[in-house]
């Protein structure tokens, strides 16, 4: 292979996302009112009711893993992955999720395939524990392709203010737990779609005996929803990041403040076959790969060293696998906030 493949020559340029995110938090600023509490780039929104608690919204949608829906014709897995994107965004606060909103837009309703698009939203938000209490369908001629759509989503939860899960808490030598993803989760598909059809020529439905699933399937796993595991685990997390676009490098620094880096261990958590897998299909380099994709940890929580096996004995209990991939380190000027050891 001549080149190396990336999520920029995918076309996805994520420095062009950092830049976007720096140019609109003026206009953001703008619009301030009593009761908004930090500003954007959180993974939450925060707003303080009066004499009450903390409301926590958060948006985002499924991406072009949508394409992987319209090629398999199941859709109701990307209705899961539209809750978990949003709340476990919210829950990453503190906040239990309360209720979501969901919005479709389409050339041409299909009312048989918005029936299964919100089935899988209707799951979403019983593992996350929140009502579906509403949502907006909209038809589009001529701007989608036939049997195609757009899905995205809008969650709310609420923590007191003193439970709230902001970073500042972090401490020096507090240790990273990292908590299994399911696999892809909803990130990076730009680039796989590339990898897995353009450059491997595989289809849909081809067995991938590496992965023991077909294509499809490995492609449309669910995103893991972590938002009751946060909240039996608030109190004893100083910090907590959901690993979306950007991977490790991006989501784990928005943790904790400037003045703090992770230097983390990536052997300690296992990448699952299908990140190996694209890796290879690719010849993407490691740092490209964990700043693309969760490669196997969808979230990241910083505890006290004292509570560190208390935190891994009840994310085990709750049926999932956790990893101690690093710690918490002092920031030196000009350090990244992430260190890979």
């Known amino acids: 292979m001549a080149e190396s493949w990336t999520y920029k020559k995918s076309g996805v340029d994520v420095n062009a996302g950092y830049e ?6 003026g206009h953001a600023l703008k619009t301030r009112v009593p009761g908004v509490i930090g500003g954007i780039g959180g993974f939450g ?8 608690p903390v409301l926590v919204a958060g948006t985002d949608g499924v991406g072009t893993k949508l394409k992987i829906a319209f090629m398999t014709g199941v859709h109701d897995t990307v209705g899961i992955d539209c809750v978990a994107m949003c709340v476990n965004d919210v829950a ?3 906040a239990k999720p309360l209720f979501f909103l969901d919005y479709i837009a389409t050339g041409a309703l299909d009312p048989k395939q918005a029936e299964q698009i919100v089935k899988g939203v209707s799951d979403g938000c019983i593992l996350a524990g929140c009502a579906l209490i509403g949502g907006e369908t909209a038809e589009m001629p001529g701007f989608y392709a036939q049997g195609e759509y757009d899905l995205a989503g809008f969650a709310v939860g609420a923590v007191d203010k003193e439970r709230l899960i902001t970073g500042e808490a972090t401490r020096e030598n507090d240790i990273l737990i990292g908590v299994a993803s399911s696999g892809l989760h909803s990130n990076g598909f730009s680039l796989v779609r590339k990898l897995c059809f353009e450059e491997r020529g595989f289809k849909i439905d081809d067995y991938i005996s590496d992965l023991g699933v077909t294509l499809g399937e490995a492609l449309l796993t669910p995103t893991k929803i972590y938002a009751r595991l946060i909240e039996s685990l608030n109190g004893r997390v100083s910090g907590a990041a959901h690993i979306t676009g950007g991977g490790w490098i991006e ?10 880096k992770a230097v983390v261990d990536p052997s300690k958590a296992p990448a699952p076959a299908i990140f190996q897998a694209l890796a290879e299909w690719g010849d993407i380099s490691p740092r490209e790969m964990y700043n693309t994709f969760n490669m196997g940890v969808g979230l990241v929580v910083a505890v006290n060293a004292a509570d560190a ?18 710690e918490i380190q002092k920031r030196a000027d000009g350090e990244e906030g992430i260190e890979f050891d």
């Open 20 to 25: 976007t995110s720096k140019l609109i938090k």
């Open 45 to 52: 929104g925060l707003f303080e009711l009066p004499g009450g």
């Open 92 to 94: 990453c606060q503190g």
């Open 251 to 260: 989501n784990i620094p928005r943790m904790f403040p400037d003045r703090f």
């Open 309 to 326: 096996e208390s935190v891994l004995k009840t994310v085990h209990a709750a049926g999932e696998k956790a990893y101690v991939i690093g």
